[in-house]
């Protein structure tokens, strides 16, 4: 196990800036997330860290060891890649036995490792395989069983499921869950794909354009979005932002936290007509148009015609300054709110 710990990180590609200025530090031992939308610098921070990439100004260290100038090779981590990387003409065993050989790991330790890390992932009976004849999974499994013989101090995942069908991603998530808690080792995985973040990590390192937008855990960052920006990214369907309600505030709630009916000590109480209704097993999507614009709700109510009054408790209220800030959810705030002109 190992910390990380990102100092003055930047980095340039050409005449372009792509991370001003990152600080961050990555617990030993926790299953750090990095995640944001394309291009946010979340791929470009896996790849410095691993040493495929180097920062234009700041420090990287893996525990108390600068690794700035340090190759690859010898960091101490293993990655996972979205593609696999396996040798096509390589069946699994000498797939996950080749990094090893390279490193004149002897037999008899070279076949206890591979018979431990099979058993792990799963993947004894498929030894004799090649690529070709395996499934997504499968094949996934044998590059986590690759990186696991090199007994790395950190493993390092970039989007490793994002080539897998929906079931077999959850299925998958299940097990790096499972996997992660087995080694106790540092995982820090990359991902765009927030329910992979919200479900797997136990810290999330949410990005927008080089900049940490918020770090925290997955309940934190839900219940606690410091930003307009991590309040729309995390939760599906996004919370739902209201910028005329109040004079230089944004007022925020989230679709699951709203009702389609009048609810006493409301908050907040919106007039609105239904304008579609996406059906998702127990529970309904609805957009709502209001005088104050678009919302979504999310809710198991059937609601029929397309007249309602939506209910969103004070609890449930999220207040943001006019940069998209979290600000205090004030008294001042909910008193304008409650006397909304033909509300309620």
Do not use: W
């Amino acid at each position: 196990m190992s910390t990380i710990r990102l100092k003055n990180i930047q980095k340039s590609f050409d005449t372009e800036l792509v991370i001003p200025n990152l600080n961050l530090t990555i617990d030993t031992g926790s299953f750090t997330v990095l995640v944001g939308p394309s291009g946010c610098g979340k791929s470009t921070t896996l790849r410095m860290i691993s040493g495929l990439e180097k920062p234009s100004a700041g420090d990287i260290f893996i525990d108390d060891d600068n690794v700035v100038d340090t190759v690859p090779g010898k960091r101490g981590i293993a990655m996972v890649f979205q593609n696999y990387a396996l040798y096509p003409t390589m069946n699994v065993r000498d797939n996950i036995e080749f990094g090893l050989k390279n490193k004149k790991v002897p037999r008899e330790d070279r076949e206890r490792l591979i018979k431990e890390v099979c058993e792990i992932v799963e993947l004894t009976p498929y030894l004799e395989r090649r690529p070709s004849a395996l499934s997504g999974g499968q094949r996934q499994r044998v590059a986590l069983a690759r990186a696991m013989v090199k007994k790395p101090r950190v493993f390092l995942m970039d989007e490793p499921l994002s080539n897998l069908d929906a079931k077999l991603r959850a299925q998958m998530r299940v097990e790096l869950i499972e996997l992660h808690k087995r080694l106790g080792s540092t995982f820090v995985y990359v991902t765009h794909d927030q329910i992979e973040a919200m479900s797997m990590g136990d810290n999330i390192v949410l990005m927008d354009k080089g900049i940490i937008m918020q770090c925290s855990s997955p309940r934190d960052i839900y219940h606690n979005p410091r930003n307009v920006f991590t309040a729309q990214f995390i939760g599906t369907p996004p919370m739902n932002i209201l910028p005329s309600l109040v004079p230089d505030v944004q007022i925020g709630f989230r679709p699951e936290k709203t009702a389609l009916l009048p609810l006493e000590n409301s908050g907040l109480r919106l007039r609105g007509n239904i304008l579609t209704r996406e059906q998702l097993g127990a529970e309904m999507n609805y957009s709502v148009n209001t005088s104050y614009g678009k919302v979504m709700v999310k809710s198991e109510e059937n609601v029929e015609g397309p007249g309602c009054v939506l209910s969103i408790k004070t609890e449930h209220l999220f207040a943001f300054d006019s940069q998209g800030q979290r600000i205090e959810m004030r008294a001042g705030i909910l008193d304008r709110l409650t006397t909304l002109p033909g509300e309620g």
